[in-house]
């Protein structure tokens, strides 16, 4: 049975071509940046400039904009994205001409029933300003929209982009997060940004899946980590109370294309959230992981990033007349930004440099760095 609406992950093919073996009444899924038109004007950031080459060519595609690279390419860029979406009869949440614009709820009918869609990311560059259009960043509004939008609708759906990268399991506060949303009264949470599939659990009478994984991207860029080439395609069917089925999708390469495939035998994908989730309900084991985790990231690149490593004092000379003489010197603020106000990095700073000037106590375990190394990539 084709399903109402389905949830993918990232979608971020490049300039490749793709072959995608899937159908459904609605697709929404995370357009992990923009399309690149003339006179574009790149914006200032940290981190890597994505962009696509085209639209997804699936039927009644959904996008959630909401992302740190749908703006790359700065505001102008986005409008004619806009522009060209709803040309093509594609919708979109997460984005808008201001702050409030941004925040705007997607509502589809559905099967008699009115499903509402909500579109935001954890603060990055290119959010919505006041008079400043942009994409939704996260907040408290979510929780005053769906306490809304719940005396008018059937089901709400919270699109996020944010959560740690690399890892099958979210913060201990972004769980307490997305939970809050469950509490509020959204139906389902979905969740990207990790690029491998993270824990999904049902909660109370929602769903909430932190981390789908990329759905559709160039195979050639994520070949680090053979989790970065598999996701989570679920599937939803609105009736009197939502049902799902969860299916696992792979990515090929094949003659310079991309082919996104339903995995043929998929049991290394269920043990795989076997292992997952076990360990994500097990409180004990998933502090844990949290603190061992935050302070090898910390270790990897959060000290670098925010210079915070101890180098030599003439390191530390030849690095300030390098930055001086490439005037480079107001870089350093794009990556204190980039660490502090997402916050997956900023929680992350906040675990390791508690734990490691003694107002937290942990003690690395074996089995946990096991874990770390078998789950995570660094």
């Not at 940046?33 to 940290?46: E, L, T, V, W």
Request: proline share 3%; hydrophobic share 35%; charged share 25%.
């Amino acid at each position: 049975m084709t399903a109402d609406l389905t949830l993918a992950g990232d979608w971020a093919t490049k300039n490749k071509n793709y072959s995608v073996n899937l159908s459904s009444n609605n697709i929404l899924m995370n357009f992990e940046g923009s399309i690149k038109y003339k006179n574009f004007d790149k914006i200032r950031k940290a981190g890597p400039i994505i962009t696509n080459s085209c639209f997804p060519n699936l039927k009644n595609s959904i996008f959630n904009l909401a992302n740190n690279h749908f703006m790359d390419l700065g505001l102008k860029n986005a409008f004619i994205n806009i522009k060209n979406i709803k040309k093509k009869n594609f919708k979109y949440v997460g984005f808008g001409k201001n702050l409030r614009d941004s925040r705007k709820e997607l509502i589809l009918k559905i099967n008699k029933k009115k499903i509402a869609i909500i579109g935001c990311c954890e603060s990055q560059f290119g959010i919505s300003k006041m008079n400043k259009g942009g994409v939704a960043e996260v907040g408290p509004w979510v929780v005053s929209k769906i306490l809304k939008l719940k005396e008018k609708c059937d089901y709400i759906i919270v699109s996020i982009h944010g959560g740690l990268e690399t890892s099958p399991w979210p913060a201990p506060e972004t769980r307490d997060l997305y939970r809050s949303w469950i509490n509020a009264g959204a139906s389902i949470i979905h969740g990207h940004h990790s690029h491998i599939p993270q824990a999904w659990e049902k909660f109370k009478k929602g769903y909430i899946f932190y981390g789908l994984g990329n759905f559709c991207v160039d195979p050639e860029n994520w070949k680090d980590h053979e989790n970065n080439l598999w996701s989570v395609v679920v599937d939803l069917y609105f009736k009197k109370k939502i049902e799902i089925k969860i299916r696992n999708f792979e990515i090929k390469n094949k003659n310079n294309s991309v082919l996104v495939l339903p995995v043929q035998n998929d049991q290394k994908c269920k043990k795989y959230f076997q292992q997952v989730n076990s360990k994500f309900h097990n409180e004990d084991i998933f502090e844990d992981i949290w603190n061992e985790l935050s302070i090898q990231l910390f270790n990897f690149f959060g000290k670098k990033y925010m210079k915070w490593n101890n180098l030599p004092i003439k390191t530390q000379a030849k690095e300030i007349v390098k930055s001086l003489l490439q005037k480079e010197q107001n870089n350093n603020y794009l990556y204190y930004y980039h660490m502090l106000a997402l916050d997956s990095h900023r929680l992350m700073l906040k675990n390791a440099t508690s734990i490691l000037c003694g107002e937290k106590k942990y003690k690395s375990k074996e089995k946990i760095k096991r874990l770390i190394k078998k789950y995570c990539y660094l």
